[in-house]
C-alpha cells in the first residue's frame, strides 16, 4: 500500500472550510482521514471532544509541546491548536490520505517538513461577506467576530504560499473545485512509480 497524501487547508473562520471538508470526507470514505487537532479553547454548542477536536486544558497542552508531540502548533485567538505527529504518521503510512485543518501559521511549520503536502487555501468572496457568515453563527460576541475579522485580513496576505485558492461564493461550486483539485492530485505522474501496476501492457 502506497503511502498517503497530506492536504492541509487554511480559511479564515466562516469562509466554509470545515462544510466543504465534511463534504470531501463523505465523498472518499475508504481513503481519506481528517486531523483532528488539539486545542484549549472551550467547545462550541455541537462540538465533541475527539471528533472535532481534543479538547484539553493549557497546562496539557504545554506538556505536549515540552514532549514535542506535536507536528505543529499555534496561539489563534488566544487559544492553542496543535496537530499530533503520531496520529499523522499513522495515518499517512496505513495509506491514507489526510485533511489538515489549520491557520497559515501552522501552514508554514507543516511546508517545511512535508515537501509534497498539498496546500488550498479558501476564502469568502468579501470580508462583508465574512462577516454576515460568523454573525449568524450565533456562537460568539461581536468582539470575537470583529477579531477574527482583523485576523482573516492578515491570514489571505498569506494566501500565496498555497499551491491552491477556491473562492467559495455558492458551497456546491467551491466543492466542486475542491474536488476536482484532490482527484487531479493523485493523477501526477511523479508520484507513480510503476506504470505497469495501472495499466495491462501486455499486446
Not at 465523498?27 to 481534543?54: A, C, H, M, N, Q
Request: charged share 35%; proline share 2%.
Amino acid at each position: 500500500m502506497s503511502r498517503g497524501k497530506l492536504f492541509v487547508i487554511s480559511a479564515p473562520s466562516g469562509a466554509g472550510k470545515t462544510s466543504l471538508c465534511n463534504k470531501l470526507l463523505a465523498k472518499y470514505p475508504e481513503r481519506l482521514r481528517y486531523s483532528i487537532s488539539f486545542t484549549t479553547r472551550e467547545p462550541r454548542v455541537g462540538e465533541v471532544d475527539g471528533e472535532d477536536y481534543f479538547f484539553i486544558s493549557e497546562r496539557k497542552f504545554k506538556e505536549m509541546i515540552d514532549n514535542e508531540e506535536f507536528l505543529e502548533w499555534a496561539v489563534v485567538h488566544g487559544n492553542y491548536y496543535g496537530t499530533s505527529k503520531q496520529v499523522i504518521e499513522k495515518h499517512l503510512n496505513d495509506g491514507y490520505d489526510v485533511i489538515l485543518d489549520i491557520d497559515p501559521q501552522g501552514a508554514r511549520q507543516i511546508k517545511n517538513k512535508f515537501l509534497d503536502a498539498v496546500f488550498i487555501f479558501i476564502v469568502a468572496p468579501s470580508i462583508k461577506e465574512l462577516k454576515n457568515r460568523l454573525i449568524n453563527r450565533r456562537t460568539e460576541s461581536m468582539e470575537k467576530i470583529n477579531l477574527r475579522l482583523k485576523n482573516a485580513l492578515e491570514e489571505i496576505k498569506f494566501f500565496k504560499m498555497y499551491d491552491y485558492l477556491i473562492i467559495n461564493r455558492f458551497l456546491n461550486v467551491a466543492f466542486e473545485e475542491l474536488d476536482a483539485i484532490y482527484r487531479a492530485e493523485h493523477l501526477k505522474t511523479k508520484d507513480i512509480d510503476d506504470i505497469e501496476k495501472i495499466v495491462d501492457l501486455e499486446v
